[in-house]
Each structure stands twice: as structure tokens, then as C-alpha cells.
């Protein structure tokens, strides 16, 4: 696996990366660094990668236990450390998921399997930063049984 980090010369501090597929993404700095905040912070990709690997990891799992999901989606919250380097103290990832008779059980153990054991994210930050995993549980609203005319 690699990347492409490339100075774009867009402003003083905008740089653009792209994957090995050939897809880009655009960072900037903070403008008191120097930035014009025109992409994402590099931190703040960090925080990306973590929500994109553990629900690539769990929508399949929740699939797999034959979990009806109609919608998705993940809050990540990071704690930095004051000092430098200004890393990553906690990470709070919360999965909130819609959908018909959810089970609490299953979601709770599809996001401990991605944590603990496929999500090569999580393992990566595992012992530099503490992770927190939580869920929200939303029920659907029912199908309607006929289209209105």
C-alpha cells in the first residue's frame, strides 16, 4: 500500500494525496499555520480512516447476522492533547444505525469484532490513543403497504 503526497501549490500549505486507485483528497492547514482551511486537516483524515475501516467492517457483519440496516453513519469525536506533538489522546466513535428490530447484542458485537480484530485502523492506534466504541439504535419508520395514488 502506498501514497502520494504532492504540494499543489494551490496556497502555501494546500496539498493533494492520492491512493494507489488513482483517488485524490486535498488538505490544508490551519490558518493560523499558515493554511487557507480549503481541505481536510491531515488529523482530521485520521479521524476518516478509523469511521471508513470500522463500517466497511460492520455494515457486512450486521448483514451476515441478518440485521435489516437502512442507514448508517458514524460520529467521531478525537481529544487532542494539549502540548506538542498535538496527538490524539481519546477517540469516540459513534455508530448510529437505523433500522427495523435491530438487535443491541448483535450491533454491539459486530462493532467489538471490527475493534478488536479486523479493523486495521484500530489496531494501528491500538496502545498510542484510547478508543471508544459506542452505538445509537434507531428504529425505521414502518414500509408503507401501498403507494399513495
Not at 454491539?108 to 496502545?127: P, R
Request: with cysteine.
Amino acid at each position: 500500500m502506498e501514497t502520494v503526497v504532492k504540494w499543489d501549490k494551490k496556497g502555501l500549505m494546500h496539498f493533494s494525496a492520492m491512493s494507489e486507485s488513482g483517488h485524490t483528497v486535498e488538505m490544508d492547514a490551519v490558518k493560523a499555520a499558515g493554511g487557507d482551511e480549503q481541505g481536510f486537516f491531515p488529523k482530521t483524515l485520521l479521524l476518516v480512516a478509523l469511521g471508513g475501516c470500522t463500517a466497511m467492517d460492520v455494515l457486512p457483519i450486521l448483514r451476515k447476522m441478518h440485521q435489516e440496516v437502512t442507514d448508517y453513519q458514524l460520529e467521531i469525536k478525537g481529544t487532542v492533547h494539549e502540548g506538542h506533538p498535538r496527538k490524539f489522546e481519546k477517540i469516540v466513535v459513534e455508530h448510529i444505525l437505523t433500522g427495523h428490530n435491530l438487535n443491541p447484542e448483535m450491533v454491539q458485537k459486530a462493532i467489538a469484532l471490527s475493534h478488536d480484530k479486523y479493523c486495521s485502523v484500530s489496531a494501528s492506534l491500538a496502545g498510542s490513543v484510547e478508543i471508544e466504541m459506542t452505538s445509537r439504535l434507531i428504529e425505521a419508520a414502518p414500509e408503507p403497504l401501498l403507494a399513495p395514488a
